[in-house]
């Protein structure tokens, strides 16, 4: 399983090997940003009840996703851990049954899908004038949601054998088919035909389709990761239950925590549009500008991973240290340019002078807490490999259930908007630096 865009995650300097997997993944990560912002663009042009039907499908493709991205964490963490034990028997069929799983999964969630897209989106709140449109939208979507998950999968599964370059490009790739087929589609540009919202659904699977066919291409004869071999049917539970025993809490989690930051958004709507319109703002800013840590985030779980396997728990702790130490020169990097030029980046997105002083005042008191909420990133990422999902879940649920919401309430009745924010940088603080000391202790376990 040698090819050139491989780091060799055992052996080579760990500081230097972490920036080799690090840099595609930021690449990766915002052709990722780029593949959403171009559907909402071209959308938004079909007009107001078209964006609106766009927006009514995010919760559910976001939920969809997140257990498309669990599967895919779970499959990663094991098929890492057992690259490092040079099992190569057990990384084809732990790849081989997570693909299998893929495929079941999405079954499922087709089949239930679309037999309650009505009720469901009803439920949500699209009106008679919406409906038929995220109709369109889903009928197309749903059935396509193979091509969502298996390269989620499948991009896990490759970068859990040390090469973080091909998945990048394959998403850069996929966001470049995504920008082209948009207006042809959507507006029927040339030869082909006006779909509209369909068309933007029809853009995504497509492209979503490519990276499907070369993950599997890459998987099945660079990597020689895929056995056709038949295997006994405990066996494939047994890959199913270690990959579902990470991914299942990962989902979980990443499901929960939206709902989290809903309440954070009704309590700063007390303050008015304006702070909502300001509170959205900052948070896609923070988004874009923690883009770094998520992608170390990403690439620290197959290092720690092989060499878990391996045995080599110097390097892990080497890596661990490292990667945290850049978390916290990342935070304080960012709290200085934010601090510096809070109102000049504010003003790029909303010229309302409110709007943008209260992203200005977002962006000079949650970032005090930036670095922490790196770390905590990164402790959650390790957790998985180690096989402590359920640490790595509760640990997130306390920064925002323990933490964020009770601090932003009582922030909101003493001190305005303001205590809001710094219930969120606390939260971002104590939970990071509480990831910290719980993964230093189950790493006591390994010396």
Same mark, same amino acid.
């Given at each position: ?62 939920? %969809? ?240 991973? $092989? ?9 892990? $702790? ?44 977002? %962006? ?8 922490? $909420? ?24 306390? $920064? ?33 630096? %509480? ?13």
């Amino acid at each position: 399983m040698a090819n050139k865009n491989k780091a060799n995650l055992t052996y080579a300097p760990v500081g230097k090997t972490l920036i080799d997997l690090t840099i595609p993944m930021i690449f990766g990560a915002l052709g990722l940003v780029v593949f959403n912002l171009v559907d909402t663009f071209f959308v938004g042009r079909l007009g107001t009840n078209e964006l609106a039907a766009l927006s009514f499908t995010f919760p559910v493709v976001l939920v %969809l996703n997140n257990i498309a991205l669990g599967v895919g964490v779970g499959a990663g963490a094991v098929i890492s851990r057992a690259i490092g034990e040079g099992d190569y028997h057990n990384v084809k069929r732990l790849t081989t049954d997570s693909l299998s799983l893929a495929l079941v999964t999405v079954i499922i969630f087709v089949a239930i899908g679309m037999l309650t897209i009505e009720p469901i989106f009803r439920l949500l709140g699209a009106n008679p004038k919406i409906l038929p449109l995220v109709k369109q939208y889903m009928r197309i979507w749903y059935p396509g949601m193979l091509f969502v998950m298996f390269p989620m999968v499948g991009n896990n599964a490759i970068r859990a054998a040390g090469d973080t370059k091909t998945p990048a490009i394959i998403m850069i790739v996929a966001a470049t088919v995504n920008t082209i087929l948009d207006p042809l589609l959507i507006f029927g540009i040339g030869p082909f035909p006006r779909l509209e919202i369909a068309g933007a659904a029809l853009a995504t699977i497509i492209s979503r389709a490519i990276t499907m066919a070369v993950a599997i291409y890459v998987l099945w004869h660079r990597e020689k990761m895929i056995t056709l071999e038949r295997p006994a049917a405990r066996e494939v539970l047994r890959s199913w239950g270690q990959i579902l025993y990470i991914g299942i809490p990962t989902a979980g989690t990443r499901i929960i925590i939206p709902l989290a930051v809903g309440v954070i958004t009704s309590i700063v709507a007390r303050f008015g549009p304006v702070v909502v319109a300001a509170y959205g703002v900052a948070s896609r800013i923070e988004f874009f500008s923690m883009t770094v840590v998520r992608a170390l985030s990403a690439v620290l779980a197959p290092f720690v991973g $092989q060499n878990i396997g391996a045995g080599k728990y110097d390097r892990v $702790q080497t890596g661990i240290k490292y990667s945290s130490r850049f978390s916290a020169l990342w935070g304080i990097f960012l709290l200085g340019i934010l601090a510096i030029f809070a109102r000049p980046i504010a003003s790029v997105f909303n010229k309302n002078p409110e709007v943008v002083s209260n992203i200005a005042l977002y %962006l000079r008191i949650v970032p005090v807490g930036y670095g922490l $909420q790196g770390v905590l990133l990164l402790a959650a990422a390790t957790l998985n490999v180690l096989n402590k999902p359920f640490h790595a879940a509760v640990l997130s649920i306390i $920064q925002m259930f323990v933490l964020c919401v009770p601090l932003a309430y009582l922030g909101a009745r003493l001190f305005g908007v303001g205590g809001v924010f710094a219930a969120i940088s606390i939260s971002y603080i104590v939970a990071g630096a %509480l990831s910290y000391t719980v993964l230093m202790k189950i790493m006591k376990n390994y010396v």
